[in-house]
């Protein structure tokens, strides 16, 4: 619900931005693959773990320039048991969250490319922006799933916030298959101003923390009591990392003959 509150910004600065110089609406959708890196994967930045789709509103300034309105909701997962890592199979953490994301994104195009217009057919192209990501992890053990993001599993004071700023950046390339119809790819990473993600961050509790009834160790699950109180339980990064690869198609709904009196 916070992050609803910010969308009539957005899309008041949208507006305001593209009444002064916009040459093309393009609104599109896509779909692939997310991945994370954080406390649970530390170093595969190109790993899939779960699946994103989304959709944008765009308005093509020029050739070069656009700014978009983009949603995706994507889902990241790891666990520990399926690890190389002999430690991390030790320490038998999982996790899966669901991501809800709303960006507000400028796209830089390499070639004088836009969908409705330019010189090109073709282009690479950059982007980032600023946006926010709702986010709730839940974990799974011995096959019952927990609500681990207000289980307090760190033995925190307070819960931890559920929605995230995000800084988006990443490229693509896109093909206009005539004045109005463009197809794209692309892979993005999103720097999250938080650490749980994964619901793991800090250090293991004293005391442990048990699930509700079943007396199951939430807070260390590991396969012979490893997780000593005040021991790191992750690594010592203060902020995850996420990434969606995607595969999407656009429409051009207004020409820039619109804009010319």
């Not at 779909?31 to 308005?59: E, H, M, R, T």
């Not at 050739?63 to 991390?88: E, K």
């Not at 409705?116 to 096959?143: D, I, M, N, R």
């Amino acid at each position: 619900m916070r992050l609803l509150k910010i969308l009539p910004c957005f899309f008041l600065l949208l507006t305001f931005s593209t009444s002064l110089s916009a040459q093309t609406w393009e609104v599109g959708v896509h779909g692939g693959g997310a991945g994370y890196i954080g406390d649970l994967n530390q170093d595969n930045p190109v790993k899939i773990s779960g699946i994103a789709a989304g959709a944008f509103v765009k308005a093509n300034f020029d050739g070069y320039w656009g700014l978009g309105l983009h949603y995706t909701r994507g889902i990241i997962t790891a666990n520990d048991a399926n690890s190389s890592n002999a430690q991390f199979r030790e320490r038998n953490i999982n996790f899966r969250t669901p991501l809800n994301e709303v960006l507000l994104r400028v796209d830089f195009n390499f070639l004088d490319y836009f969908s409705g217009g330019g010189t090109k057919k073709f282009s690479p192209y950059l982007f980032s922006g600023v946006g926010g990501v709702l986010f709730k992890p839940t974990a799974k053990y011995e096959g019952q799933t927990y609500r681990v993001y207000d289980i307090r599993t760190e033995g925190q004071a307070n819960t931890y916030r559920d929605y995230a700023l995000t800084i988006p950046y990443g490229v693509g390339a896109k093909y206009r298959l005539n004045d109005n119809v463009s197809i794209f790819a692309e892979v993005g990473y999103r720097t999250a101003y938080t650490d749980y993600l994964d619901d793991v961050s800090g250090k293991y509790p004293d005391p442990p923390v048990y699930a509700f009834r079943t007396g199951y160790p939430l807070s260390d699950p590991s396969i012979r009591g490893i997780g000593i109180p005040g021991t790191q339980r992750g690594d010592y990064r203060k902020r995850d990392t996420y990434m969606f690869m995607s595969v999407g198609l656009s429409f051009a709904f207004l020409s820039d003959d619109c804009y010319k009196f």
